[in-house]
């Protein structure tokens, strides 16, 4: 494998010094450029977009070539095993993801498979490896997973949703299945995840989109124990370096002190929280990445400037930050407003680290 020429987003994980904050967008391949949009019409359909490792590759690279980033992420879907699990998953515009089996009962919990990650989903690790090999030691690539109980909850309502009637109705009404699905998913998440290590990802990241849906108790025995379990079992060093796991709970500021104690390496943040005050709760015990609101592209690049500052200014001067926004990238933002944050994040930075 190339020796990486831009490991500022490594050191970052890592809480070490850097001459300029590094930056990645989640879903920063994504509708918003008019690139990503005819590839995937070329491929046909998302999931086959997802399958076919070149057009992967293809729009995984696609914001490198437009933006300085310093980090790219695999172009795939959260959905990805419980689509292998047989479940049925269908995109219908509009709607979302849905799926044909949900998983209710003991029963559908038990017959679930057991996957080969390397078999099952073999074309993710097909994309992880063309990936990598494109990018030649251009920037780190990124491999992720859906956290354990963002996993369920889809599975389990069968598609998305904003009470999760039948998720929270397991959870409360019949809490040993629930831990059974937890655990089930939570050692394929690990398998997955390692498998794209092994192919070639150089750092993790989990997505608990829904975690904030759970009140505190029940976040913490469920959603962060699951990921506590996938964190324990992952692979730590590959190819003689370090791979940093980052955990990502959308709305999860109430529980970071807790998500630190999981032994990741990095915690993502959402808007809502402030980043000095979580420098503060969590000392350097983890690196943060975030966590500007996505909505801010939807102003002028004068606005997105100063927002871009205002974040930097909170963290300060300091080691152990990854610029990014507090969620996915809207297919409606400009790209030229992400030129913009990319652009003020490198150079601003790059000033307050002098200083340190």
């Known amino acids: 494998m190339s020796e990486l020429k831009n490991d500022r987003f490594l050191r970052a994980l890592n809480r070490e010094a850097v001459d300029a904050t590094p930056i990645w967008v989640m879903r920063q391949a994504g509708r918003y450029l008019p690139e990503y949009r005819e590839t995937r019409a070329r491929a046909g359909s998302f999931m086959d977009l997802c399958r076919n490792a070149e057009l992967a590759c293809e729009v995984t690279l696609q914001p490198l070539e437009r933006f300085d980033l310093d980090a790219a992420i695999l172009f795939s879907d959260i959905l990805t095993i419980p689509d292998a699990m047989g479940l049925g998953l269908e995109f219908t515009a509009g709607e979302g993801p849905t799926f044909k089996t949900p998983v209710r009962t003991a029963a559908d919990v038990a017959a679930l498979p057991k996957l080969d990650v390397n078999v099952d989903l073999d074309y993710v690790m097909n994309a992880v490896r063309t990936i990598r090999s494109a990018l030649g030691g251009r920037v780190p690539l990124i491999g992720f997973s859906g956290s354990p109980w963002t996993l369920a909850t889809y599975m389990i309502e069968g598609a998305g949703s904003k009470e999760y009637p039948h998720a929270k109705g397991m959870l409360y009404g019949d809490p040993d299945t629930m831990h059974a699905l937890m655990n089930h998913l939570a050692d394929t998440v690990a398998d997955y995840l390692n498998a794209q290590i092994l192919a070639g990802a150089q750092a993790v990241q989990i997505f608990d989109t829904w975690g904030g849906a759970l009140p505190f108790a029940q976040y913490a025995e469920f959603s962060l124990a699951s990921m506590q379990r996938v964190v324990d079992k992952l692979i730590r060093e590959h190819e003689g370096r370090k791979v940093p796991v980052i955990l990502f709970t959308k709305g999860g500021g109430a529980w970071l002190e807790s998500m630190a104690d999981t032994g990741c390496d990095a915690l993502g943040l959402d808007w ?85």
């Open 272 to 356: 809502t929280c402030n980043l000095g005050n979580a420098r503060e709760r969590v000392g350097h015990k983890v690196a943060l990445q975030g966590n500007l609101d996505p909505g801010t592209l939807f102003g002028s690049d004068e606005s997105v400037a100063r927002e871009a500052k205002r974040a930097l200014d909170a963290f300060g001067p300091n080691s152990g930050h990854v610029f990014n926004l507090g969620h996915g990238i809207s297919q409606f933002a400009n790209a030229d407003r992400v030129k913009t944050l990319v652009d003020t994040v490198h150079e601003y930075s790059a000033q307050l680290h002098a200083k340190a």
